[in-house]
């Protein structure tokens, strides 16, 4: 009786990491990689124009920017989440030109606490020094080890404050339910996606290849990168 009752919990607990982590994986691979181009621009434009957004200051410091639109979290007590987006530098050695061709990311993460229901998060992460977007073009990136990150100010005209802040290599804000703020990924992994890199430029390229081989944009990106050229069309010394 009491082995039985043990294997019941430990097939509850199982079921409730497992479930929650397959169900935001097949939710985050719905999108083609032109999709999520498209959803990437539409989250980028409204979290860097909101009133309370990404302060252009910080904007207009950043090497690289990250968008994650639309990370799906679901779990009950074990939670999960699992995200697909696009990363664009400034282009040159320095990471002071226009911006580059996307890189198509992936992220993942988990969570624990008592939780249920399922929800869907868009994120904006601004690299804030070439050491920090290396590390992401390389390959999975630990956010918080092998990157340091912080939930970034937020409102048009804030600047960096804290130690913290003005230390970090990367910025996060995040925007769920039309509330807008600064949000840590610490713990989250961040790495460019090989398959959908593959069938968005028709051949297999690392992240570092897209970003230095000056690789054409699609069209897909066009939405993207006209507007991180509207909102940030040259690099403000730090």
């Not at 539409?42 to 690289?64: H, M, W, Y």
């Not at 400034?90 to 226009?98: D, E, I, L, V, Y």
């Not at 008592?114 to 994120?123: I, V």
Request: glycine letters at 12%; hydrophobic letters at 40%.
């Amino acid at each position: 009786m009491i082995q039985q009752e043990i294997h019941y919990r430990l097939t509850k607990i199982l079921f409730g990491l497992v479930v929650p982590l397959c169900f935001v994986t097949l939710l985050a691979r719905a999108d083609t990689p032109q999709e999520r181009l498209t959803k990437a621009g539409q989250a980028f434009q409204e979290l860097v124009n909101a009133s309370n957004g990404i302060p252009r200051k910080l904007l207009n410091k950043a090497d690289c920017v990250v968008v994650l639109p639309a990370v799906k979290k679901a779990g009950f007590i074990v939670g999960g989440q699992y995200g697909k987006g696009v990363m664009s530098c400034r282009s040159g050695a320095t990471f002071n030109g226009k911006w580059s061709a996307p890189v198509m990311m992936q992220s993942s993460g988990g969570s624990f606490g008592l939780q249920a229901g399922g929800e869907a998060t868009d994120f904006v992460i601004l690299v804030m020094n070439g050491d920090g977007a290396r590390t992401v073009l390389k390959g999975e990136a630990k956010l918080g080890a092998d990157t340091s990150i912080a939930a970034g100010p937020v409102g048009r005209d804030a600047e960096a404050s804290t130690s913290e802040v003005l230390s970090a290599e990367m910025l996060s804000y995040s925007r769920s339910k039309g509330v807008f703020g600064g949000v840590s990924l610490a713990g989250t992994s961040l790495g460019p996606d090989t398959g959908d890199n593959e069938k968005l430029y028709g051949k297999k390229m690392s992240g570092q290849e897209i970003f230095s081989e000056g690789v054409k944009a699609p069209a897909s990106a066009e939405a993207l990168l006209s507007e991180l050229h509207r909102a940030s069309p040259t690099k403000v010394a730090k």
